[in-house]
């Protein structure tokens, strides 16, 4: 079988369709910070699990939730949690997880060998954030000044640089290359709880069946995004050529083992080769983003790279419109934005906000899951499936959610009201995704722990075990409705002509309330009887009035791609 494996290595070095890729989504979406879910010993604690689970579940091999409950010492919501989690990341769309209701996911539950690839990358940790290579922009990005800052003074200076840092995201490929590596260092442990054992010696008495190999898709792919991804055992020459019609013979484990780390090197062979270019050479695409940062907004490009999501990168004091023809992938990454105004209306999969500070940021569908990182002062507008909030202050999220949301890390004075906007293709997105506008959990959110087991940074003392601050319902009076410039009328039809989502009882009202208010003040400056010269001096009034609201309320922000036309 050796001599199978190189023809596919000598093929990798010409077609990167052949070439092994982690996926993304389970460790950016995936990683949930508690406490029993983390074993710091994964393969001593998770053998005897599934072992347990195996013997208790069904011939499907899937886990429910009581299940669940039983076997981790969890809580239901906690369980429930679980659940949610691993559908949003499942490589398998015909999984019936991935297309249970919401009323069926806790007895349809997850595979076993899916939920125990979930369990073990419990224990991954994430790549340190570094410094931002243009110190000048973030500390625009980041003013000096904040109405965090006398807080901030009184932490010991461990917390004060967890919560301070300027930080910004590590880069695609040394993403992709530190979740590489953590799967070269565990890949023996992880096909071992794939495995089967066989009567037997030694490496022989482990085998993977073709369907346990498949399961392995769960945290590795070949092939591009934007190109067809090859199934891992249509890749793997030990599985390739199985008749469709018969059972593959299993394989011994380390025969997978081999030809995976194989690939693997391979791979991170080609992603060093391609940052060290990067850092010696020109600007990539992604990195021209930020340098063009200050453009006027018609300028700015965010392009997508080959493999991951489209980056909107440094956007300041500007107006950023995406639409669907404009969006090349399935998940977007807003990073690094400042006092801007940022439109992402189309149907993504997954969607990441970073390190933002006093910007709005509309996200069109999310079917899959939205994470809210490291933000100040950002408004969030989005109908998603699910919404994760981690280390964020004084933001506002504006939800149509379908699932909890859920509050994680060191959070400071957040607020949550329903979803408050719309745009002509909103409903068509949502159902392109699967989002239900008759479920809005906005006003359930769920906090987990201040401490992120995940993040590789020391953890301050004396708070492992506190819970994150969660968020305050805004005041219906201050609930106001997000309106989205129709500056492609007729360029995007659709038939969303309202928010899709029902507003509670107490916001319906507010929202009527100020509209006849608004009818009325109209009404009686139609009818008043004033002077000519009255008129003008009145205009000038209201037009100051309405020049302070605009800085008061930050919605100045949606006038600066006006201000250069």
């Not at 010991?156 to 840092?165: A, E, G, I, K």
């Not at 949301?405 to 009201?417: F, S």
Request: include cysteine; charge should be negative.
């Amino acid at each position: 079988m050796a001599d199978a494996v190189e023809p596919s290595t000598s093929a990798r070095d010409t077609n990167p369709s052949t070439v092994i890729h982690p996926r993304r989504e389970p460790f950016e979406h995936g990683l949930l910070p508690i406490p029993k879910l983390i074993f710091t010993d994964p393969i001593q604690a998770l053998t005897p699990l599934k072992q347990k689970l195996a013997s208790s579940s069904s011939s499907s091999h899937r886990v429910d939730l009581a299940a669940l409950v039983d076997a981790l010492q969890i809580s239901p919501d906690h369980a429930r949690l679980v659940l949610d989690t691993i559908a949003s990341v499942l490589h398998s769309e015909s999984d019936p997880l991935v297309r249970a209701g919401p009323a069926e996911v806790d007895s349809v539950g997850a595979d076993l060998r899916d939920l125990i690839l979930f369990l073990y990358i419990q224990s991954y940790k994430k790549l340190l954030p570094r410094s931002h290579k243009d110190a000048a922009s973030v500390a625009d990005v980041w003013p000096s000044t904040s109405a965090f800052d006398g807080y901030l003074s009184a932490l010991s200076p461990l917390q004060f640089v967890r919560s301070n840092s300027r930080r910004s995201t590590p880069s695609q490929a040394d993403e992709e290359a530190h979740q590489l590596s953590y799967l070269q260092k565990h890949l023996a442990n992880i096909l071992s709880l794939l495995a089967e054992p066989v009567e037997g010696e030694g490496e022989e008495s482990l085998v993977l069946t073709m369907e346990g190999f498949e399961h392995l898709g769960f945290l590795l792919q070949f092939g591009d995004r934007g190109s067809e991804v090859i199934p891992l055992s249509q890749a793997a020459p030990f599985f390739a050529n199985s008749d469709p019609d018969m059972p593959a013979v299993p394989v011994p484990a380390a025969q997978a083992h081999d030809w995976l780390l194989q690939n693997i090197a391979s791979a991170l062979e080609r992603i060093t080769e391609r940052i060290s270019a990067k850092e010696n050479g020109p600007l990539s695409g992604s990195d021209q983003d930020v340098a063009m940062a200050d453009a006027c907004p018609s300028a700015v490009k965010a392009l997508p790279s080959s493999r991951g999501p489209c980056l909107i990168e440094g956007i300041s004091k500007s107006s950023y419109v995406k639409q669907s023809p404009d969006l090349k992938g399935s998940s977007v990454k807003v990073i690094n934005c400042h006092d801007s105004v940022i439109y992402i209306l189309a149907p993504m999969r997954y969607a990441t906000v970073y390190g933002c500070s006093d910007t709005t940021i509309v996200l069109g569908a999310v079917g899959k899951a939205v994470r809210v990182e490291h933000c100040e002062r950002v408004h969030v507008i989005t109908a998603a499936k699910r919404v994760c909030i981690a280390n964020c202050r004084e933001c506002v999220f504006f939800l149509g959610v379908n699932q909890r949301p859920l509050m994680v890390g060191d959070n400071h004075k957040l607020q949550v009201a329903p979803y408050n906007t719309f745009y002509p293709r909103l409903e068509a997105d949502m159902t392109e995704v699967g989002i239900e506008a008759n479920i809005n959990r906005w006003d359930e959110p769920l906090a987990l722990g201040v401490v992120d087991p995940h993040d590789s940074l020391s953890h301050p003392a004396g708070v492992s075990d506190a819970q994150a601050e969660s968020a305050a319902r805004v005041d219906p009076d201050q609930f106001t409705n997000f309106l989205i410039p129709n500056w492609f009328e007729g360029a995007e039809p659709g038939s969303t002509k309202d928010n899709p989502f029902p507003l509670p009882d107490l916001y319906l009202a507010s929202q009527q309330r100020n509209q006849k208010n608004l009818e009325e003040i109209k009404q009686m400056l139609r009818e008043a009887p004033i002077e000519e010269n009255r008129k003008k001096e009145l205009s000038s009034a209201l037009h100051v009035y309405f020049k302070d609201w605009l800085y008061a309320s930050g919605n100045i922000r949606q006038l600066y791609c006006l201000q250069g036309e």
